[in-house]
């Protein structure tokens, strides 16, 4: 079900038993959590109630006002730390971390360490080992005033030893790959399995008021195997005993890689190529399965073929025989949140978690908060239960609409969303869902469709944000329950509300579930009230342009008056009152701060890059806006339209490229956003991994990568995104890429190279990729960009320049035993981590802006450039290492780069689909054996991609080979004979 958190409250919690893992003695250890809450509580514990020798013990706690603690005891005195106030009881998704370092003590919010103080009466470090159970969400120590954890809490992570800073902050925005050294237990969360992710398998149990959710932090998924980009999910899956197929334990692949069958983590399970593997040591079964795009293959899907993604091949228990063993992916979850209906200006809402149980309304309030989930075959599934949203019986208008099993009725389950804000049953135009008031409470059944009907119009509200004022140290905030009264006012405690969803040009409270509304005329001075939705409304109808809230029919500022009402102001202000940020957090100054309007004639083409997550459903079809925030201004919004890269932007895994021609904003602080104003429903799926922002007037890049790289961001209709990291170290020289043809040992003949050429400073300076430096045949300035001398000597050799490698003319060298430049190994058929190209890519990442080969013109990449893209990736093998061993950021990579670059060639999805299965296949073959590049697995995948009716235009695009060695390609290997 997607299911990716737990949600607690009035006490309901989770535990795990006491095992061995967890006896850290007077040793260092840490601890580290993703919470959302408002009311705080202990998140991680391990105490008893007892103390004495041997009842030690540890806890982290979030209290209300804001202040952290991390308590260690030895069962006779404690030693503390705690910090000063934050941010954690806001209502959004934070990090949490306690580090115990010999005598010290650390606490970190979102990779940021805290400042605060230290206490007790013993002397530290305590021994914390005690024999009780391991808890999340509560405290079993009586004492502890916030022992009960009210709220969401995902990915649990206890540690055998002290994490640095730098380690929490590389791994905080990411899910944990299997093997990860140093972790004593490790509960994800996800999946509505709170099993423990070590080989430890420690499953913790839920106890009380514990619900699993499909609230999620914002992880990504780090460098995954590339197929899980393609089949990561659930797979529902069945067995073949005496003839016949019966329902068997499922398989499960999160995006991290770890590997799920029934209720157990499979140890040492190996994902190669689209296969997984998995032995019988230490688990209950042993197994292979292949994941295929279809279930076509008649030895198992003879009686039940499959267009959806499957996997098939076969699993042995214990003792047993060898059996067919084939799975079916299960719908993925698309989009979450709280359907507000607008006729009666009431939330779905289900008291009664039963199949056949009604579906009723109810006034939004803090206490009623209920979430419903759209899944990918159309299925509306409410949060708590897992029920779906059914028709029951005859599709007629009365018709009720009742919650029932997943899959008890395919067909009445099912639905289709208009940009109308109207839900109509998928094969029935003509019906909808309706509000029927007559019974109380209102009940949801079918009616005739008619779009303008109220009662059959619904908006989704889900990721609620804050709307901070340029001061800062005020927030709009409604009053509540009632409707009326809106206000600004110093941030407090009842956060609900304090926070606003974002319904195309509507401002919905969190608290009541009103909108934000101009009572009586607009004109300066009206003041703003709070009133039940109506997006057709004038008064209702508000903007954030240029740092400011405006009414859009009147173009007037929404302005805060001395004693905090808000009322509209004159066009022409921009006094702090009237600049508001709409943020999940309190934005920096320079974000915040009041900025007058740039003059238009002094305009800039930036280079505006999204990465857009890769996970499944990630992507966004509406429209995208943006407008850049800097020292001298704020510049007006831009629709995001075609983009450089992709024919279809912001898909999943998708890097869009864009040129906007803005008003020069000087320095930049942050990129305003916004997009969902086509839809009422479900846009709050555009997942973000990173954000760039290339200024040529500076040369400078300027980007984020939220909590670290790869974080995504669940974009929301309105998001300010800060961009702190302006990349721009000292850039002295231009950088640029040619080819040359060389005599090359391992094709026994010429062939192309890549090296690269840095001029500036009264020197040139080549890197030597493999290849000669300009002859005949040479093509000069396939692309170039800006890049600091020094940093590209470091990328190259490990080392800056200094006595040991001074300026000099070359760098690298043709010789194929050992390391070349950039840490690419390329000795003969072993230890291959890339070839000339991937070397040019990794000197052009350190180039401002951030360029590649792809960035090329086709006719003017190296031969081959793309085929050894799909073998290494663009950058090579172990480019990660490579960047942290030498101190840059690790690059945007994931589980979808390989699919983002087939689709950089490849516009036809499918296709580009097929493609990229087909390659993960030939990258493992090829890796596994380390043959010539152009050998058996080379054959294998062009010949694949020719069945699957793939023209070789399109791989010649692809691959950047001539169509005539893709036809040779094409034919069976036959070993080349040496002369």
């Known amino acids: 079900m997607g299911l990716a958190s737990y949600h607690l409250e009035n006490g309901g919690h989770l535990f795990a038993g006491h095992c061995a893992e967890y006896s850290f003695g007077t040793g260092d250890f840490t601890v580290e959590a993703w919470v959302r809450t408002l009311a705080g509580g202990t998140v991680v514990g391990k105490k008893g109630i007892d103390d004495g020798p041997g009842e030690g013990g540890f806890w982290l706690v979030a209290r209300p006002d804001g202040t952290i603690g991390f308590v260690t005891g030895d069962g006779r005195g404690t030693f503390r730390f705690d910090s000063v106030a934050t941010a954690v009881c806001d209502g959004v998704w934070h990090h949490v971390a306690a580090v115990r370092q010999g005598t010290t003590i650390a606490l970190y919010l979102d990779g940021v360490a805290l400042d605060g103080s230290s206490s007790g009466d013993a002397l530290p470090p305590l021994n914390v080992d005690n024999p009780q159970r391991l808890t999340f969400g509560i405290l079993d120590r009586q004492q ?8 969401s809490l995902a990915e649990v992570r206890l540690w055998n030893r002290a994490r640095a800073a730098q380690e929490i902050v590389a791994a905080l925005g990411t899910s944990l790959p299997p093997g990860t050294a140093g972790l004593a237990g490790y509960w994800p969360l996800e999946g509505g399995q709170p099993l423990d992710f070590t ?10 008021v514990v619900a699993p959710s499909t609230d999620a932090p914002p992880l990504g998924p780090g460098d995954a195997p590339p197929m899980l980009f393609l089949f990561a999910g659930r797979y529902d899956a069945a067995a073949r005993e005496q003839g016949g197929w019966s329902p068997a334990s499922g398989l499960r692949l999160t995006g991290a890689g770890y590997v799920i069958q029934g209720d157990q983590v499979l140890v040492g399970a190996v994902i190669d190529g689209n296969t997984v593997t998995w032995p019988a040591e230490g ?14 293959d008649a030895a198992y899907w003879a009686d039940d073929p499959q267009s959806r993604y499957c996997f098939q091949g076969w699993f042995r228990s214990a003792g047993g025989a060898r059996v067919d063993y084939r799975g079916v992916l299960m719908p993925q979850r698309t989009g979450c949140g709280m359907l507000l209906n607008i006729g009666s200006g009431e939330i779905l809402y289900t008291p009664d978690d039963r199949p056949g149980a009604p579906v009723t309304l109810a006034p939004k309030t803090v206490e009623v908060n209920e979430h419903y989930c759209l899944y990918d075959d159309s299925r509306i599934l409410q949060m708590r239960s897992g029920l779906a949203i059914s028709v029951q019986g005859d599709r007629i208008p009365g018709t009720e609409v009742v919650l029932d099993e997943l899959g008890a009725d395919p067909k009445g389950q099912s639905w289709t969303f208009g940009g109308d804000g109207v ?8 019906l909808a869902l309706a509000v029927d008031h007559v019974p109380v409470p209102a009940r949801l059944v079918l009616a005739v469709s008619r779009h303008t009907d109220p009662a059959q119009q619904f908006v989704t509200l889900s990721n609620p944000q804050f709307i901070w004022n340029g001061r800062q140290s005020q927030i709009l905030a409604s009053g509540g329950a009632g409707y009326m009264q809106v206000r600004a006012v110093p ?11 974002r319904v195309r040009s509507n401002l919905v409270n969190a608290a009541n579930g009103a909108a934000l509304a101009v009572s009586g005329r607009a004109a300066p001075g009206a003041t703003l009230t709070m009133a039940k939705l109506n997006p057709g409304s004038a008064a209702q109808d508000f903007v954030f342009d240029q740092g400011r809230l405006l009414h859009a029919s009147s173009h007037l500022p929404v302005k805060m008056s001395r004693d905090g009402v808000l009322v509209l102001g004159r066009s022409d202000e921009h006094q702090t009152e009237c600049h508001w940020t709409m943020a999940p957090y309190r934005p920096t100054a320079a974000g915040a701060r009041a900025v007058p309007e740039v003059a238009a004639a002094k305009t800039i083409e930036y280079t505006v890059r999204f990465y857009t997550a890769d996970s499944y459903f990630s992507g966004t079809d509406d429209k995208v806006e943006i407008a850049l925030v800097g ?16 024919s279809d932007p912001f898909e999943s895994g998708n890097m869009d490229e864009f040129k906007v021609t803005l008003a020069n904003v000087g320095a930049i602080h942050g990129i305003n956003v916004r997009y969902g104003g086509g839809n009422w429903l479900w846009n709050d799926n555009w997942l973000v991994d990173a954000v760039q922002v290339y200024d040529p007037s500076a040369a400078a890049t300027y980007y984020q990568a939220p909590k670290g790289a790869g974080t995504q961001i669940v974009m929301p209709s309105q998001i300010y995104i800060q961009l702190p990291y302006p990349v721009a170290s000292g850039a002295d020289s231009t950088m640029s890429v040619g080819k040359a043809p060389t005599q090359d040992e ?7 190279h890549t090296w690269n050429r840095v001029r500036g400073s009264g020197l040139t300076t080549f890197f030597d990729n493999g290849g000669g430096h300009e002859g005949p045949g040479t093509t000069q300035d396939v692309i170039t960009s800006h890049c600091s001398l020094h940093t590209a000597v470091k990328m190259a050799t490990r080392y800056g320049i200094d006595a040991e490698h001074p300026y000099q003319p070359v760098y690298g060298h043709n010789d194929v035993n050992g390391v070349q430049t950039c840490g690419i190994r390329s000795s003969g058929r072993i230890n291959r981590d890339g070839q000339c190209h991937q070397m040019s890519n990794r000197l052009l990442y350190i180039c401002e802006p951030m360029v590649t080969l792809d960035d090329a013109p086709h006719e003017k990449k190296p031969t081959g450039y793309g085929f050894t893209v799909l073998l290494f990736g663009r950058y090579g093998l172990g480019f990660a290492e490579w960047c942290q061993i030498n101190d840059f950021r690790p690059p945007f990579q994931s589980s979808a780069a390989l699919f983002d670059f087939v689709r950089r060639a490849v516009k036809d999805g499918p296709q580009a689909i097929k493609i990229a299965y087909h390659a993960i296949t030939l990258r493992a073959e090829y890796l596994d054996r380390m043959e010539e590049m152009y050998g058996p697995a080379a054959h294998r995948f062009f010949a694949a991609v020719k069945d699957e009716g793939i023209s070789n235009k399109t791989m010649s695009d692809l691959v950047d080979l001539p169509e005539d060695k893709i036809v040779e390609e094409q034919r069976p290997y036959r070993p080349s004979v040496p002369a």
């Open 423 to 430: 839900i109509r049953p998928v094969g029935s135009p003509n």
């Open 746 to 752: 391992m094709t026994r003949g010429w062939a192309d």
């Open 491 to 501: 941030k407090a405690d009842d956060a609900p509300a304090e926070l606003w969803y």
């Open 283 to 296: 688990n209950l079964t042993q197994g292979s399965v292949t994941f295929v795009l279809s279930g076509s």
């Open 144 to 151: 502890e005033q916030y022992r009960e954890f009210a709220g």
């Open 631 to 646: 020292d001298a201004g704020s510049s007006k919004y831009v629709e995001l339209k075609k983009s450089r890269t992709h």
């Open 199 to 208: 080989s430890t398998r420690n499953t913790a149990h839920p106890e009380g």
